[in-house]
Structures are given as C-alpha cells and as structure tokens.
Nanobody, 117 residues
Framework: QVQLVESGGGLVQPGGSLRLSCAAS????????MGWYRRAPGKGRELVVT???????NAADSVKGRFGISRDNAKNTVYLQMNNLKPEDTAVYYC???????????WGQGTQVTVSS
C-alpha cells in the first residue's frame, strides 16, 4: 500500500518560512520523480516544484528564488523549503510521486499552508 504523508504546514506571517516534508512508503522511492503541487481557494491544482529521480528540478516561475525542493532517498522523504512566503502562497500543498515507465502516480492527502498577518 502506497502512502505519501505530508507534514509541516501551518500559519505563517508574510515573509516567513516553512518546510514541508513528505514521507513515502510502499514505493521504491529512489526511482520516483517527486513533486509538490498546490491548490489555492477557488483555483485548480498547480505545479510548485518537482525533483526527478536523478535530482533535476523544475519550479513554477511564481516560486523561483523563494522555494526549494530536496530529497533524501535514505529516508524516503522529499522536502519543500519555502522562504519569503506571500499571501498568494496560501493553499493546500500536495506531495506527488510519479514513475513514468509504468504510469504510477500517487498523491498525498495535502497539508494546509496559510500566509497571513
């Protein structure tokens, strides 16, 4: 059974930082491309940043220079470091695991991030 469990969300003031974690189980973590997506109130789910199995990253323009993604294959965990947070970053953040060769695609349950003073 595949599980992706996000943690680290919460309420933060504008300009603050948060680090999200996503712990994976039930998959061979090291071969999966991992990513973070978000859904803001009234909007569709959008890409935040991804990291491939080989470590290459791809980030949305809106978060470049502020957010960073990393992975620890020994801990089966992917991280999202969010700095200089803005109110428009308020959303539910979802962890994603994808293995293209067999079309595997898994989602976590999401963690709420609220940026407000």
């Amino acid at each position: 059974q595949v599980q992706l469990v996000e943690s680290g969300g919460g309420l933060v003031q504008p300009g603050g930082s948060l680090r999200l974690s996503c712990a994976a189980s039930g998959i061979i973590f090291s071969i999966y491309d991992m990513g973070w997506y978000r859904r803001a109130p009234g909007k569709g789910r959008e890409l935040v940043v991804t990291i491939s199995s080989s470590g290459g990253t791809n980030a949305a323009d809106s978060v470049k220079g502020r957010f960073g993604i990393s992975r620890d294959n020994a801990k089966n965990t992917v991280y999202l470091q969010m700095n200089n947070l803005k109110p428009e970053d308020t959303a539910v953040y979802y962890c994603n695991a994808r293995y293209l060769l067999n079309s595997s695609n898994y989602w976590g349950q999401g963690t709420q991030v609220t940026v407000s003073s």
